[in-house]
């Protein structure tokens, strides 16, 4: 029984990933042992040498002060002799830490005790020099020379430990590199050997012609409807190919057809829904005659209703033109934030109605480079949704900002949010998100997307988070 393309491939890997993660595992595993050990090493020398150096300048130093405090009965020299004291005991505990044997232990006991006959030593000349009592001085300073000679030389000895205990690190280092170098060679030959084969076998004959349709099924995705898919490939992939690209075709011709039915609809509609609303606009200023009360109200509904078919023809229009290519903008330098206030401000009778506040952080000090009307209605429609769908009592939290060398503005309602699962899809047209009430929020389902198209032709993106009030966040990024 032959095996199938799905089989081949997970034979084919599962026999790859073995090989390379034992060996990738082992080898990490030996590596990270070499760097730590080195970098042990590395350390250990250097704080060795460094407190090596520090308990010779300490003690010495305690010397000097201390036969400055004898000979002068000066105060400051006996304190600074406690400080230096202090910094030498400090030293000692760091380098026992890093020293361990007997050998070490040893050695480090003698700096101990000789440490405490010249402590000794000269304590006691201090309580005869405190008390005024007459004393050999000679002979303390011999007591403290011999005791500060041996600590000296013990000292030193520390030195030829480190030396000792570096140089056996070093081989062990040594030791673990070749270990690691011949198992890396040794399994290099094999995983070429396995790899080659699989490679020409496997990944060229199915993989490559593989990845190139997942990667013709984004483009389609993202609207690139061109059948241009061509692979060289076992009969079955060349059949997917094949039928991808007939599938190409006639969503292409779907598209165009539905381009030219909305852009002819939108021509034919916007003409008599004009007149309808301005012969409505007659009938409320009275030029046929007075109407009543309940005639105004219906002759109002009819209006509001003329004025929003109007616009989502106008909003068919726009998006037919975008997605065709014909929309030309009109870049000019534009002051943003004067923008969003322009917007808040239109907004601001909705907004009081539901009781809903303006919050506007601006952090952005340059201008922007794009059409000012087109940017205009991309404002409308993120903050008009965030007034609509904010309950309320709430706030719409709205931020520009200097990021990634553009400019970044972000508006933020407490709203139901948007799924995760609708967030991607959300700027398609006619694609709204499946809200609890969703009566409520009436839409198109244009909107976002002549949002996208919009911040898509200033060369910048537009996305969608949640919020950390729970509802939606909606940020667009324009180059400046």
Same mark, same amino acid.
């Given at each position: 029984?032959?095996?199938?393309?799905?089989?081949?491939?997970?034979?084919?890997?599962?026999?790859?990933?073995?090989?390379?993660?034992?060996?990738?595992?082992?080898?990490?595993?030996? =590596?990270?042992?070499?760097?730590?050990?080195?970098?042990?090493?590395?350390?250990?020398?250097?704080?060795?040498?460094?407190?090596?150096?520090?308990?010779?300048?300490?003690?010495?130093?305690?010397?000097?002060?201390?036969?400055?405090?004898?000979?002068?009965?000066?105060?400051?020299?006996?304190?600074?002799?406690?400080?230096?004291?202090?910094?030498?005991?400090?030293?000692?505990?760091?380098?026992?830490?890093?020293?361990?044997?007997?050998?070490?232990?040893?050695?480090?006991?003698?700096?101990?005790?000789?440490?405490?006959?010249?402590?000794?030593?000269?304590?006691?000349?201090?309580?005869?020099?405190?008390?005024?009592?007459?004393?050999?001085?000679?002979?303390?300073?011999?007591?403290?020379?011999?005791?500060?000679?041996?600590?000296?030389?013990?000292?030193?000895?520390?030195k030829t430990l480190s030396r000792e205990y570096i140089i056996k690190g070093l081989k062990e280092i040594d030791r673990n590199e070749e270990s690691?170098?011949?198992?890396?060679?040794?399994?290099?030959?094999?995983?070429? =050997?396995?790899?080659?084969?699989?490679?020409?076998?496997?990944?060229?004959?199915?993989?490559?012609?593989?990845?190139?349709?997942?990667?013709?099924?984004?483009?389609?995705?993202?609207?690139?409807?061109?059948?241009?898919?061509?692979?060289?490939?076992?009969?079955?992939?060349?059949?997917?190919?094949?039928?991808?690209?007939?599938?190409?075709?006639?969503?292409?011709?779907?598209?165009?057809?539905?381009?030219?039915?909305?852009?002819?609809?939108?021509?034919?509609?916007?003409?008599?829904?004009?007149?309808?609303?301005?012969?409505?606009?007659?009938?409320?200023?009275?030029?046929?005659?007075?109407?009543?009360?309940?005639?105004?109200?219906?002759?109002?509904? =009819?209006?509001?209703?003329?004025?929003?078919?109007?616009?989502?023809?106008?909003?068919?229009?726009?998006?037919?033109?975008?997605?065709?290519?014909?929309?030309?903008?009109?870049?000019?330098?534009?002051?943003?934030?004067?923008?969003?206030?322009?917007?808040?401000?239109?907004?601001?009778?909705?907004?009081?109605?539901?009781?809903?506040?303006?919050?506007?952080?601006?952090?952005?000090?340059?201008?922007?480079?794009?059409?000012?009307?087109?940017?205009?209605?991309?404002?409308?429609?993120?903050?008009?949704?965030?007034?609509?769908?904010?309950?309320?009592?709430?706030?719409?939290?709205?931020?520009?900002?200097?990021?990634?060398?553009?400019v970044v503005f972000s508006v933020a309602d407490s709203g139901p949010g948007i799924p995760e699962e609708y967030?991607?899809?959300?700027?398609?047209?006619?694609?709204?998100?499946?809200?609890?009430?969703?009566?409520?929020?009436?839409?198109?389902?244009?909107?976002?997307?002549?949002?996208?198209? =919009?911040?898509?032709?200033?060369?910048?993106?537009?996305?969608?988070?949640?919020?950390?009030?729970?509802?939606?966040?909606?940020?667009?990024?324009?180059?400046?």
């Amino acid at each position: 029984m032959r095996l199938t393309i799905f089989s081949r491939l997970s034979f084919g890997y599962m026999v790859l990933f073995f090989f390379v993660f034992s060996i990738g595992a082992f080898s990490v595993y030996q =590596i990270e042992k070499v760097k730590l050990k080195t970098a042990e090493i590395i350390t250990n020398d250097t704080q060795l040498i460094e407190i090596n150096k520090k308990l010779v300048d300490t003690i010495l130093s305690a010397e000097r002060n201390e036969e400055k405090f004898v000979l002068l009965g000066d105060r400051a020299f006996y304190e600074q002799y406690k400080r230096d004291i202090a910094e030498f005991e400090r030293n000692l505990k760091r380098i026992r830490a890093l020293l361990k044997g007997e050998q070490a232990e040893g050695v480090l006991n003698n700096i101990n005790n000789h440490y405490i006959k010249y402590r000794k030593s000269f304590d006691e000349e201090t309580t005869l020099i405190n008390s005024k009592t007459s004393y050999d001085r000679a002979e303390y300073k011999e007591k403290k020379e011999q005791a500060l000679s041996e600590l000296l030389n013990n000292i030193n000895s520390l030195k030829t430990l480190s030396r000792e205990y570096i140089i056996k690190g070093l081989k062990e280092i040594d030791r673990n590199e070749e270990s690691v170098e011949r198992l890396i060679l040794l399994v290099t030959v094999w995983f070429l =050997i396995i790899g080659v084969l699989l490679s020409a076998v496997i990944t060229r004959g199915i993989v490559k012609p593989l990845s190139r349709i997942k990667k013709k099924t984004r483009l389609i995705a993202e609207g690139d409807l061109e059948p241009d898919l061509s692979v060289k490939s076992p009969p079955e992939i060349a059949e997917v190919a094949s039928s991808i690209n007939s599938m190409c075709e006639k969503l292409k011709e779907i598209d165009r057809l539905k381009a030219d039915f909305f852009s002819v609809m939108s021509h034919e509609l916007r003409t008599p829904l004009t007149a309808i609303k301005e012969g409505v606009s007659l009938l409320l200023d009275g030029v046929c005659g007075p109407t009543n009360q309940r005639q105004d109200k219906i002759l109002g509904i =009819i209006s509001d209703e003329s004025q929003r078919l109007i616009k989502l023809v106008n909003d068919l229009l726009d998006l037919s033109k975008m997605e065709a290519g014909m929309l030309k903008y009109n870049f000019e330098s534009i002051d943003l934030p004067s923008l969003v206030n322009q917007v808040i401000k239109e907004l601001s009778p909705i907004a009081e109605g539901k009781a809903v506040g303006f919050t506007l952080r601006n952090e952005l000090s340059r201008k922007v480079r794009a059409d000012s009307e087109r940017l205009l209605q991309v404002l409308r429609n993120l903050i008009g949704n965030a007034v609509k769908f904010s309950p309320d009592g709430s706030s719409v939290e709205i931020a520009l900002e200097e990021k990634e060398g553009g400019v970044v503005f972000s508006v933020a309602d407490s709203g139901p949010g948007i799924p995760e699962e609708y967030r991607e899809r959300i700027f398609d047209r006619f694609q709204q998100a499946r809200l609890p009430n969703s009566s409520l929020y009436k839409g198109t389902g244009l909107g976002l997307s002549i949002v996208k198209n =919009i911040i898509n032709g200033h060369g910048g993106r537009v996305w969608v988070e949640k919020a950390p009030s729970g509802g939606s966040l909606f940020r667009f990024w324009l180059p400046l």
